[in-house]
């Protein structure tokens, strides 16, 4: 954009205008209730880091330094056992994501594990088949989630005698979370926890179609420490699971039901707390089982609030065992809400194999670093959950890093800003963009984007200094602002006819000459535009300055909105036509439509630029109001049957029918 030397004002600070985001929940009535938040917040040890799709483990897997996975590492996505493979057993952090099911040959093979691995699947599909997850001693910091393991079983082998096929296998191992997984009709053991494997968690997994589920020992030491929550066991007959030496092992809200019924009066069994192991039990369902839960003389096991239905058999209870609170806090459902909390919420889930969350600072140390972790050509939803502060960088996603969220987790808009203060002469204006998006299919919640470049400090020939530029399609902004003075806000498209779309929603957007401008198209509903004053009495600057495509009818749509200006009266234009380079074709188009007008506004509101008349360009309002909202020969309006063509959805619908505006 050309540069206009005229100075605004400093001023004293910036006035931000909140909008309160709603969360999502899902609603189990009597039952309890169950979070579907959108962003996880940061990692503690208090009863909120329990909810039902964090992506913070809980319990034993927190303590003694936690566990986070691949966190800090690239994002892969795998389709084949090869892929896996590599990734799995990669010296550096990754999280892998399962695509659909992978086969695994030769059949019963293993997947090495090694460190700093986080390994999920992506939506509800994600399947090893024929093969098992084997962790080897001194792995550590792993995370499995949202899997289905099964059918290595081999026909025959019921007691699993002759192979050695598990779903998920770890030797002398420390800080491993296994959350939603569906481990099911494998040849041996489904879970198995060996030889002095410390800090796990075991939560929310469904346990069925098998003899041997879950065991934990092989070992005549005493060490491990293991939270078990949540979990299904159904068509299983043992080791429900059997834990031998455990120092802690924790148990509370788990259901058993469908036990394999074929006689055994030892070996049909619930919960075992054996050798010098110490259990707790709390408020789990038992439902049709033999020996629901059964102690070693030389072992100890608690049990409170459980509830036993159509059970036979052992309920041993003795000793003191210890208390789990003094380790961590949980939330703890009550027993009666077991069946079906469990059987909804265990295993796999859409909600959690959506989309990846990379938190900044926690694992990524700054934005860019969390974007440069997606993949080139990501197809899968990520998310960059970035904590409260001010991130002083520049932050570019490229073409190739579609479906990208960057939301910030406080509890306002203005708690987590990305600003820097580069102008125009110091790269031109693209360079000058604090955040630029070239990425399609990106989206920005509850953030600030700031270019404090101070233009009334210096004499630059070129102060343009842009807080945002975007050049992708079917571009998102929920509840964010975006700051800065001439050129604050660009919306612009690959090429002159190429049509990229920009939602703007809830939204603060602050400046003074052309603050808004580009040739996508964009709507920007519901939102607060604040035009700052630059000192002058007659001319303070254009909120617009639109340069869309001759071709394109939908450039500028600003809908439902309030413009406010602390510029003396009739001291502001609504927008100039821009000809980037003389560009004829460059034919702007603005519609200001059910929009609050300031005083500051002219009465005569658009202008020449560059030799092109506004009167050439599609500049019209519809409805405005307010001091200077006025009809006039100078003010075009738009006529009734041509405001019905011109609605939200008609900008942004394009050819593949986007309706951003239809979600909350």
Known sequence: MPH????????AGVVLVAVTGQVAALGLGALGEAKAATVTPPASSSAAAADRWTDQPHGFA??????????????????????????????????????GAIAVA?????????????????????EIVHGELHLNPGTHNVIIR??????????????????????????????????????????????DIRKDSQYITVSYNRFSNHNKAFGIGWTTDVKTQITIDHNWFSGTKQRNPSA???????????????????????????????????????????????????????????????IL????????????????????????????????????????????????????????PTVQAAVDAVPDGNDLPVTIAIAPGTYREKVYVPAGKPYVTLVGTGDRRSDTVIVHDTPAAYGGSTGSATVRIAANDTTARHLTFSNDFDEAAVELNGEQALAMKTTGDRIVFEDTAFLGNQDTLMTDSPKLTTISRVYVRDSLIEGDVDFLYGRA??????????????????????????????GNPYGFLITG??????????????????????EPEAVGQVLIRDTELPAAIKSAPWTDMSGFSWKDARFTEYHTYGPGAAVTADRPQMSDADARMHTVADYLRGTDGWAPFARR
């Open 4 to 11: 206009v030397p005229s100075k605004r004002l400093p001023r």
């Open 62 to 99: 927190t303590l003694a330094g936690g566990t986070t996975g691949g966190a800090g590492g690239k994002v892969v996505t795998v389709t084949d056992q090869a892929s896996l493979a590599r990734y799995a057993a990669a010296p550096e952090p990754y999280i892998i994501r399962v695509k």
């Open 106 to 126: 030769p059949f019963g093979s293993d997947i090495v594990v090694g460190s700093n691995k986080t390994i999920v699947g992506v939506g509800d599909t994600g």
């Open 146 to 191: 949202n899997l289905t393991i099964r059918d290595s079983y081999v026909e025959g082998d019921w007691d699993g005698k002759t192979t050695d096929f598990d779903a998920i296998q770890m030797d002398t191992v420390d800080h491993v979370w296994i959350d939603h997984n569906r481990l099911t009709h494998m040849g041996d053991g489904l879970l």
């Open 244 to 306: 031998d030496n455990c120092a802690y092992a924790h148990l509370y809200d788990n259901y058993l039901s469908g036990q394999v019924a074929d006689g055994d009066p030892v070996w049909t069994y619930g919960n075992w707390s054996r050798g010098r192991t110490k259990m707790v039990i709390e408020n789990s369902y038992y439902d049709g089982v033999q020996h629901p839960y059964q102690a070693d003389a030389t072992a100890e096991l608690v049990q409170r609030g459980s």
């Open 309 to 364: 239905r159509n059970t036979t058999g052992r309920t041993d209870a003795w000793g003191t065992a210890f208390d789990p609170r003094d380790f961590y806090d949980y939330r703890l459902d009550p027993a009666a809400a077991v069946p079906a909390l469990v059987t909804r919420f265990s295993g796999p889930q859409k909600q959690i194999g959506d989309s990846v969350t990379l938190p900044v600072p926690g694992a990524y």
């Open 521 to 550: 198209t964009t709507v920007i509903e519901r939102s607060v535009i604040r035009a700052l004053s630059r000192g002058s009495t007659t001319n303070n600057g254009y909120v617009t300055a639109a340069s869309t495509w001759s």
């Open 561 to 582: 909105s309030k413009i406010v200006s602390d510029a003396p009266a009739e001291s502001f234009h609504l927008g100039r036509p821009w000809h980037p380079g003389g």
